[in-house]
């Protein structure tokens, strides 16, 4: 159950750099639904942003590398982003509810029904299924439609 404490950064390592190599929004002709977080390197360790529980871990991909199609997809479950996991983060003490999709990992941690806590590692940054570079893909479910996940954090420039 997600806390209202605020949420953890999703790749600890780079905190102090949230650098996003492309936002949430209209990209190449459709919805971006979420943050792409880079720093060019892999491996970085992806935690769970809050406490909750796995409904989705994908580990199957093993092409972690830059690629202009989805090589590794299975119908329904995920659009092109390889090794995922979904995370239900639950109710706040408003009642909104909260998701989040964390994808394109070299390798997933976790599985389906496991209950994780808020800074639990969960996954490792990669380049799996429709990626160009290795990143996280982090998005963002509120009340069940899509949201900045940045709309969440406070970004000092």
Request: hydrophobic content about 30%.
């Amino acid at each position: 159950i997600y806390d209202g404490s605020g949420f953890a950064w999703p790749v600890p390592s780079m905190a102090s750099k949230k650098y996003i190599s492309s936002g949430f929004g209209e990209r190449w002709g459709s919805m971006h639904n979420g943050v792409d977080i880079a720093n060019g390197t892999y491996g970085a360790k992806v935690v769970a942003i809050a406490d909750g529980v796995v409904t989705r871990s994908i580990n199957h991909c093993t092409h972690n590398y830059k690629k202009y199609s989805d090589c590794c997809g299975i119908s329904g479950q995920g659009k092109g982003y390889g090794n995922h996991v979904v995370i239900d983060h639950g109710r706040d003490a408003n009642g909104n509810t909260y998701a989040a999709y964390y994808a394109h990992m070299t390798t997933v941690t976790v599985s389906a029904g496991q209950h994780v806590k808020k800074g639990q590692t969960i996954g490792y940054v990669g380049c799996t299924g429709y990626s160009t570079g290795p990143h996280l893909h982090f998005g963002l479910i509120v009340n069940n439609g899509w949201k900045n996940p940045m709309n969440y954090y406070t970004v000092v420039k």
